[in-house]
């Protein structure tokens, strides 16, 4: 942070703060007027914005509004003397990065400044370290922002989302965008390790404590120690094995394997599943106690199919990645790219075009160089609004009708499992509950 605009309508406080600031080091512009700070505005950028909430002809969530449409790069902090959750709460929503409240300590305000700097900072390393999140389509713009509003926090993050759709990314984004960005990020695929062995992989061991120890070997949690520990597909872990990982995650101590020393750690907690936790927990597979620990704050990653907008964007990534970025691509080859289901998600899709970059003997990618059981496809075509208004109009149905039509159907398709009625429908077993209750259908 180099250059700062201060906006006050108490002309004194904003001189105050400047003069503060310039005293850090900062390149600072104060003004009392508000149509004065927006003109210039409109012709230089500031890396940070200190406006008042209350002020005469624009408030400060005017204010918010007009910087974002004039410098969305910009970061903003808000102050003010009337200091209120909703106040805040709306502020963040209209895109303020932080809120301070009048009077403020001056320490509490280079500690803001400090903290969004160090944000940038980490954001830049981000953007070189090959985990970028791409693509603007509406699903991933909430998924950012999301990721934005939390990596700062140390509170277990549970991401959710099929398999193939990139929950590991979007860990690792949580991960370089939070204050442990610097110590390690330490990933383990729960399905990949042996039951017998999950206590020695987790908790580590001492020489001697089985057969093979052959010397003092940490675990995960020791070597994620005041960084990031990635448990992904939690649901499978073995149910004995959930009560001790319960117990370490209650204090983050635990004794490794063979030894009676008592080991504290500190690391902060992302697990990853593409399978409906709770329905396991209705199984008895999964402890409730557990996913609750684990669930504290909750991100969703959407498929594929949910961002086809996102597909040149990908496409182009990966034929960089795989060193094939002089290949073109024509219209047919993302129009039949759309006409696909795409079950194995991202991970599919840079698989085929790797293996398309690979075979294709010309300069331009076509539908015919995917492969069969994709290049015959026909691409899709949206059934107008308007069509689908008419039908329902003309058979008499309203839309709550065909709505609990739809879901009879599912349920009677899955032979009355819900769960399963919940997969065909593509939504959560609790919604499909919600929406049964709405429309009198007895579970």
Partial sequence: MTKILVLDDEETMADSIRNLLRKRGFSVESFSNPIAALNVLQREKFDLILTDFKMPNVDGLEMIDRIRELRPESKIILMTAFSSIPNAVEAMKRGANEYISKPFEWEELEQKIKHLGAKKARKKKLSTSGYELLGNSAPMQKLRSQIERIAGSHATVLIRGESGSGKELVARQLHFQSTRSEEPFVAINMAAIPENLMESEFFGYTKGSFTGANEDTPGKFQASHEGTLFM????????????????????????????????????????????????????????????????????????????????????????????????????????????????????????????????????????????????????????????????????????????????LKAIDESGGNKTNAAKILKITRRKLYSRMEHHGIKP
């Fill in 232 to 407: 992904d597909e939690i649901g499978e872990i073995p149910l004995n094995f959930q009560a001790k990982l319960l117990r370490v995650l209650q204090d983050f101590s635990f004794m490794p394997v063979g030894s009676s020393n008592t080991i504290q750690v500190d690391c902060r907690i992302i697990a990853a599943t593409n399978k409906d936790v709770l329905a396991l927990v209705q199984e008895g597979t999964f402890r409730e106690d557990l996913y609750y620990r684990l669930n504290v704050l909750e991100l969703k990653v959407p498929p594929l199919l949910d961002r086809l907008d996102d597909l040149e964007v990908l496409v182009d990534h990966f034929l960089l990645k795989h060193g094939s970025e002089d290949l073109k691509i024509s219209v047919e080859f993302l129009d039949v790219l759309r006409a696909y289901e795409w079950p194995g998600n991202v991970r599919e899709l840079e698989n085929i075009i790797h293996r398309c970059a690979v075979l294709c003997d010309g300069s331009e990618l076509d539908a015919y160089d995917l492969p069969e059981h994709i290049s015959g496809l026909t691409p899709k075509k949206k059934t107008p609004l308007s069509d689908i208004a008419y039908r329902q109009l003309e058979e008499g149905k309203s839309l709550s009708d065909l709505e609990k039509e739809i879901i």
